[in-house]
């Protein structure tokens, strides 16, 4: 079983709408979080990360963290066709180097 | 732009022969990472290396899959003896600090 599990495996939103991602880490030692994203036929680039609990905001992308259930979010408000791509949440314990990647969100914006 | 450069884009191997893959990391960035994503989009971690030593890495690196990475020359991953399952897209990464990490554009192997 991966150590972090993202749902859902696909989502699909209409362009403006919000997109919500979940990641959950099933290893206690794995409470410190990244969200990737990767578009078709390119390599992953980080989009954000959080460490504490509570919330962080970059423009239209919001991330949560819940460390007592190793639960993390990705929200996307007015979500852009530009934004479809497979979204990746990563989790490494903390002082470690190693960084597990759940199978990812593939979501898809419709104009 | 990535400045990680994986070299080469693509590559096409019968069962049982050797498939190299090379990675320029990013200049500065102590520790360099190998991936392995597959046609299902899922990541498993190969080997990480953080100036020149192997930090960690799974069995499965230890057996078929050999790397490096020397002062002053590319990283190197090798598969001694391809099997169809090592289809995928081998991805290196680099980082100036954990959990940041700065990706090639991979080498896509295909076994037949």
């Known amino acids: 079983q991966q150590k972090v599990q993202q749902s859902p495996e696909s989502l699909i939103v209409p362009e403006g709408g919000m997109a919500s991602l979940n990641c959950t880490s099933s290893d206690r030692n794995v409470d410190y979080f990244w969200w990737y994203r990767q578009h078709s036929g390119k390599s992953p680039k980080m989009l954000m990360?959080?460490?504490?609990?509570g919330e962080k905001e970059e423009g239209r992308f919001t991330v949560h963290l819940n460390k007592a259930s190793l639960h993390t979010s990705l929200h996307i408000r007015d979500s852009q066709p530009s934004d479809s791509a497979l979204y990746l949440c990563a989790g490494a314990s903390s002082g470690s180097w190693q960084l597990i990647f759940g199978s990812g969100t593939q979501l898809t914006v419709m104009p | 732009n990535s400045k990680v450069i994986q070299t080469p884009r693509y590559l096409v191997k019968g069962q049982g022969q050797k498939a190299k893959m090379r990675c320029i990391p990013e200049?500065?960035?102590?520790?360099v990472f190998w991936y392995q994503q597959n046609k299902n989009n899922e990541f498993k971690f190969l080997i990480n290396?953080?100036?020149?030593?192997?930090?960690?890495q799974i069995d499965m690196t230890e057996k078929r899959f050999s790397a490096e990475c020397p002062s002053n020359s590319p990283c190197s991953l090798e598969i001694q003896s391809s099997e169809a399952g090592d289809s995928a897209l081998y991805l290196c990464?680099?980082?100036?600090?954990?959990?940041?990490?700065?990706f090639g554009e991979g080498s896509k192997l295909t076994v037949l």
């Open positions: 990464a680099s980082s100036p600090r954990t959990g940041q990490l700065y």
């Open positions: 290396f953080q100036n020149q030593e192997v930090l960690q």
């Open positions: 200049k500065g960035h102590p520790v």
């Open positions: 990360s959080i460490f504490s609990n």
